[in-house]
């Protein structure tokens, strides 16, 4: 990745555990994403709300969310929670609704990934404008 940006440091917030954390997830990204990645915006927004909810529906508390911009090099949004179980992907119908978490990071993203630790899992993914 490219340098770190000059207009956005690392910030991370911690999200309710609860179906709000997603709401909370988008709001701490719009307050925080530099104006150089507002093309990725949309992309964030969806992409950081599954993996907040995700994090609520199949993780542990505590859940925090992280953004991390890297200038050129595009800006990475991480999720953790204190769960180490892996995201599944599924294989869901035009009908289904839920289930589509991983499949949307994969498509959307340049690239996603999970780091487990001893405290947890963190989900993330890295979009370039």
Sequence with gaps: MGLMCDDTPFVEVRLPA????ARHARSFL???LCVHQSRVM???L???SEMAVNAVEHGAPPVTAALDCEGVGGVRLAVHDGSPAQPVLHEVGPEAESGRGVNLLQV???D???DVDPRGKTVWCVLRP
């Design 46 to 48: 969806l992409l950081f």
């Design 112 to 114: 996603w990934g999970v």
């Design 42 to 44: 949309d992309r964030a």
């Design 18 to 21: 609860d179906l709000s954390a």
């Design 30 to 32: 719009r307050r925080s």
């Design 108 to 110: 959307l993203s340049e």
